[in-house]
């Protein structure tokens, strides 16, 4: 007889340490043995601090390992025949993702002061290479509706900001 996704869900899963059910799972509610042993799969503790670990909490690793990268496809192969747990962990999998975003890459900050103007400074470098003064760059900008000091303009006609020409 054929077992049902959820009967093949549940055998899956028994046959796995509960810290890797629920790693795969995107299960957060990990005990301290659990993290211990999450912690212990991906980089083994030296055989001090096992000893330290073994005294003080009780805790015995898990002997047998088992590897995420393999046992993830394999598990939402199941899950996608069951939609209301694949439901469930897409949510889960979606939640962990922005956890683990927000903590470890934090959406980086502009840069301070005023925005670069990049359509003025290449229409006022234009300008200069078709062999305007300053003066008349300011003049065709102020046509235009655009008032800036002679001052403004030399300081995009410097070198340092201008870009090299392809």
Do not use: C
């Not at 192969?77 to 939609?83: A, N, S, V």
């Not at 979606?94 to 301070?112: C, E, I, S």
């Amino acid at each position: 007889m054929a077992q049902t996704p959820q009967e093949e869900l549940e055998q899956f899963l028994a046959a796995l340490p509960s810290y890797m059910q629920k790693v795969l799972l995107y299960d957060s509610s990990m005990s301290e043995h659990e993290n211990f042993d999450s912690l212990h799969s991906v980089s083994p503790f030296a055989e001090s601090q096992l000893q330290k670990l073994r005294l003080t909490t009780g805790w015995q690793p898990e002997t047998q390992t088992f590897n995420e990268d393999e046992l993830r496809p394999q598990l939402e192969r199941i899950l996608q025949r069951i939609p209301a747990e694949w439901k469930k962990y897409q949510r889960n999998a979606k939640k962990a993702r922005d956890n683990f975003a927000a903590w470890y890459a934090p959406t980086p900050r502009g840069k301070p002061g005023p925005k670069e103007n990049t359509e003025l400074a290449e229409r006022i470098w234009k300008l200069d290479d078709d062999g305007k003064t300053n003066r008349e760059i300011k003049q065709v900008l102020e046509a235009e509706g655009q008032s800036y000091s002679l001052e403004a303009i030399e300081s995009y006609l410097k070198t340092r900001r201008r870009k090299p020409k392809d």
